[in-house]
């Protein structure tokens, strides 16, 4: 086996649909998310971003993995990777992409690629020491996920130095395949106010589902959960996350895309006519991902965010989808509705250079000093 870095998705030796297979039904490492995001966020302003695809191959040359990944060059000149999708878009349960049954291999292979001190004469004569990496910044990666964990294993192994700090919990729903069987996963005091919630729902004099079903409803569909989410976050003081003009953008983008490939869920709740919640989410492969959301802050009385979780289930399980994730954040509500956590980690790796080592060291330092500082805040009343 080799690996070979590609330095664009033109370079690439896979059509999308086989890109899409070797992710292995896990939505935020398709194709048409990637490819999309790197189009809104490669630039910012400084051109440091570069495209880190790294290829596994067999001995016959047929990719049998790949690492989807980019580099930023810092203003020092460190080369930090990260995986495309990162951000502010928070894509989860990223990883390694290859076959089941492979990740052993595939993650050893880039271990032992990343782990090779460049550059030499060699590789600048070459022009592989554009290769160069310093440090390794990945979020909200799986505890569980066997070829991640054997990756940083590999390069511990081969003298880089790793830091993994648990990160926060993505939260899963095991769907089962009726509605009465679901309420029964629930307290009684939840089931009763799912109930409630329900007929409510089913209250099509007062309330009305719409969901975007063709390209000539869209604009609505997104108006509307893009109005009510910024009034929603703007009410408490904050921004919104579609107050980014590249966020906006990327969604807007990918949305489309996602809606003509049949895996867009984009739908609103209305009482008497006017819009008091809308739900952004993905449907790929049994699984349904409750990406984003809008409640309208003058209709709370209502109880919005509890009737949509309630249609969101009984559509899900209506066409026998078997799970429900909810992905990153530690919520409430996410374990109220019955969703197990799935712990991720945060996890920094530097090369086994000197240089990173030490620029290691020191950010090791400045984390140090700044728990320590929140602490001594928190325990003299000045940090909530």
Same mark, same amino acid.
């Given at each position: ?57 067999? #001995? ?11 580099? $930023? ?29 492979? $990740? ?12 090779? $001190?460049? /550059? ?10 554009? #290769? ?26 081969? =003298? ?5 700090? /648990? ?5 899963? +729903?095991?769907?089962?395949? =009726? ?23 089913? #209250? ?20 509307? +959960? ?20 590249? *966020?906006?953008? *990327?969604?807007?983008?990918?949305? &489309? ?22 739900? %952004?989410? *993905?449907? %790929? ?18 109880? /919005? ?15 026998? +989808?078997?799970? *429900? ?5 530690? $919520?409430?509500?996410?374990? =109220? ?28 330092? &400045? ?18």
């Amino acid at each position: 086996m080799y690996v070979s870095r590609m330095t664009s998705f033109d370079q690439v030796p896979l059509a999308p649909a086989e890109w899409d297979r070797l992710a292995g039904g896990r939505f935020f490492l398709t194709w048409t998310w990637l490819e999309c995001w790197w189009r809104h966020y490669r630039q910012d302003g400084s051109n440091r971003h570069e495209l880190y695809i790294l290829g596994v191959y067999d #001995d016959a040359g047929r990719v049998v993995g790949l690492a989807p990944w980019y580099l $930023e060059r810092t203003a020092t000149g460190a080369g930090v990777v990260r995986f495309l999708g990162s951000g502010e878009v928070c894509s989860d349960h990223q990883t390694l992409l290859c076959p089941p049954g492979r $990740e052993t291999e595939v993650a050893g292979a880039i271990a032992e690629w990343l782990a090779d $001190e460049r /550059p030499t004469v060699s590789d600048w004569l070459t022009g592989q020491a554009q #290769d160069r990496w310093d440090h390794l910044e990945f979020d909200g990666i799986d505890q569980t996920d066997a070829a991640m964990q054997f990756l940083f294993d590999q390069l511990a192994i081969r =003298n880089c130095l790793l830091d993994r700090q /648990p990160g926060l919990n993505c939260w899963l +729903l095991d769907l089962p395949t =009726n509605w009465d069987e679901f309420l029964g996963l629930l307290s009684k005091n939840r089931r009763a106010q799912a109930r409630k919630a329900a007929a409510r729902v089913a #209250d099509t004099e007062h309330f009305t589902c719409r969901e975007v079903t063709s390209a000539n409803e869209f604009e609505q569909g997104w108006s509307t +959960l893009v109005g009510l989410h910024q009034r929603r976050w703007q009410s408490l003081g904050e921004p919104g996350c579609f107050a980014s003009e590249r *966020f906006t953008s *990327f969604h807007h983008e990918v949305a &489309k895309k996602l809606l003509e490939r049949g895996e867009l869920r984009l739908w609103w709740l209305e009482h008497e006519g006017r819009p008091i919640s809308a739900e %952004y989410q *993905f449907v %790929y492969q049994g699984t349904i991902h409750g990406y984003q959301s809008g409640l309208d802050p003058e209709a709370l009385a209502l109880e /919005p965010g509890r009737m949509t979780q309630v249609a969101s289930k009984q559509w899900a399980i209506a066409h026998g +989808l078997q799970r *429900f994730d909810y992905l990153r954040g530690d $919520e409430k509500y996410k374990s =109220n509705w019955r969703a197990e956590p799935v712990p991720t980690w945060n996890v920094r790796v530097a090369a086994p250079r000197v240089a990173a080592r030490f620029a290691h060291g020191v950010w090791l330092a &400045k984390r140090n000093v700044k728990s320590w500082i929140k602490t001594g805040l928190r325990k003299a009343g000045y940090a909530r």
